[in-house]
DNA sequence: TATTGTTATACTCTATAACTATA
DNA sequence: TATAGTTATAGAGTATAACAATA
């Protein structure tokens, strides 16, 4: 329809300027954006093997795989085996790993605090009444890979 | 205030997993996420400088230097020189660089529009109320650097 | 002196291809 | 034969430091 169509094009565009935003609000010298990605996934649903891992974050599994080294090098992620698939290698967030993303996320909620507290206050509760749908947006896009034509 | 910072505290998060949404959502084998948002702000904003492309897309000013030779090799965008001032190089986008930036979004709405059939019709309501908004926030993180304590 | 931009260098991250192990 | 993961290698992308040119 044409009012989808619409919102779907500023969508496009929105999403676009979104990275830039992201970036500048990510702490310089931290975990790259995919690496922190992969933690919040890892914080919110547990243990995952390195597939499931790398279709929900959109990289190869070699990528994931050799992301996970760097993890657990640095003490944020785990490796274990799975009791039944011993070919599975399930991937858990440590106590440093949470202690990060707590940190991380607290200094992204004060910056982003600045920012909207110059935004009108309608733009804040319009952005405040969508998050509930951006994130199951987002959680569709983990279930459903996007077809690359 | 309370509301204020449970807000800003799901935002953050939202933005987290924002990421691997927008890179679900990039075609494999095209341009990074950063070259296509540098595109994107030379597209609505005209010609621009190094350092001030550098300062909106949250990227060092060498680092922009090499983006823009990338660009440049590909067609994509232009170097002219300033008229007043000898020191600067204003960098335009080209005939080619907006064809393939509409491309890019034409692919992506209709990868939403897939996503977004899928969801409530008061989430599709509540993200479409709020793009103005966004779009807002994005520019003011734009104009002024966040501070990275 | 301050500002704009480039070059040189090194490191991080990610992909593709080839391989091992388990089902 | 199919699936889960790793290793090897190469390339893209970005940062820091040092430099050149103009204001």
Chains 1, 2 share one sequence.
Do not use: Y
Not at 8 to 20: C, F, M, P
Not at 25 to 33: C, E, V
Not at 117 to 146: C, F, K, S, W
Request: charged share 20%; aromatic share 0%.
């Amino acid at each position: 329809m044409s009012a989808t169509a619409v919102s779907d094009r500023a969508l496009a565009i929105g999403l676009e300027r979104l990275v830039s935003l992201i970036r500048r609000l990510a702490p310089p010298s931290s975990i790259s954006l995919t690496a922190a990605s992969t933690l919040a996934t890892l914080m919110a649903d547990g243990p995952l093997g390195i597939s499931d891992l790398a279709a929900r974050e959109g990289v190869t599994q070699p990528g994931m795989t050799q992301l996970v080294s760097r993890l657990e090098g640095q003490g944020l992620a785990r490796r274990s085996g799975h009791a039944a698939d011993r070919r599975v290698v399930l991937v858990g967030i440590t106590a440093a790993g949470r202690q990060l993303m707590a940190d991380r996320r607290a200094l992204r909620a004060e910056q982003l605090s600045l920012l909207l507290d110059q935004l009108p206050a309608d733009d804040r509760d319009a952005i405040a009444t969508a998050l509930p749908g951006l994130t199951r947006l987002t959680e569709l896009a983990a279930t459903e890979p996007v077809q690359h034509a």
